[in-house]
């Protein structure tokens, strides 16, 4: 069964330092989600593709937080500098389709513990 | 904006047991859609059940189903005959839908235990 990657699994990074999450969705699927869930919380959205383009990141820090997806595939969040409250779980997620009826299927998520 | 309330942060089962895990939800769209996830530890996240607001009949998926209260904005997700493997993190999600853009809308979670 095809499922959403995600690399690495864990980083541990000290503030002030960079550092960049990947994703790879499920294949063919047209929309990306990036997510950040903090303990203890429900995710939520930092932005959303739509193949290459971005159409929401309303809630994506853009003075620290960048995220791309070049070719409509596999995609990047980066950020830069790191700050402690961005301890959190990032996940991501892609759907066939954007909106409500299709379903996001979930990556296993990247854990960031920033010191 | 959308608001999703779960009020219990833990709730606790024996196998073969059935439990009712609770969400309420604000919004003031009439188009929308209702989600219960399933987020295991250090496993990815996975949909357990959704309910199109539009129908009146409450979703069923086997072990799991929901008793949605629209007037109410009430969306409570029940397990039957829990087994260990339910063990996990549950969350609610709304999602409208105005828009093909529109996002998924969580709540805090109800962690899952489950005892022999």
């Known amino acids: 069964e095809a499922e959403v990657a995600q690399s690495p699994r864990y980083k541990i990074t000290e503030k002030s330092q960079a550092v960049a999450f990947w994703c790879d969705p499920i294949?063919?699927?047209?929309?990306l989600y990036w997510y950040r869930q903090i303990l203890g919380q429900g995710p939520e959205l930092l932005v959303q593709f739509q193949d290459e383009s971005v159409v929401d990141d309303s809630q994506l820090p853009k003075d620290r937080f960048s995220a791309e997806r070049l070719k409509g595939v596999d995609s990047t969040l980066k950020i830069q500098p790191a700050e402690l409250g961005d301890s959190a779980m990032y996940l991501c997620a892609s759907s066939s389709q954007p909106g409500s009826p299709y379903e996001q299927y979930f990556g296993p998520g990247t854990r960031l513990t920033v010191t | 904006a959308q608001t999703v309330t779960q009020s219990q942060p833990e709730m606790s089962v024996q196998e073969a047991e059935t439990v009712t895990l609770s969400c309420t939800y604000d919004?003031?769209?009439?188009?929308?859609?209702l989600f219960w996830y399933k987020q295991p530890p250090s496993r990815q996240m996975i949909l357990v059940i959704r309910q199109e607001a539009y129908k009146q009949q409450n979703a069923t998926e086997n072990r799991f189903s929901v008793n949605f209260q629209k007037a109410a904005k009430s969306f409570s997700l029940k397990i039957s005959d829990s087994q260990l493997g339910d063990a996990a993190m549950y969350f609610c999600?709304?999602?409208?839908?105005?828009?093909?853009?529109?996002?998924?809308?969580f709540g805090k979670g109800t962690m899952l235990l489950v005892s022999p």
């Open positions: 294949s063919g699927h047209a929309t």
């Open positions: 999600a709304y999602r409208s839908d105005s828009s093909g853009y529109s996002t998924l809308t």
């Open positions: 919004t003031s769209e009439s188009d929308y859609y």
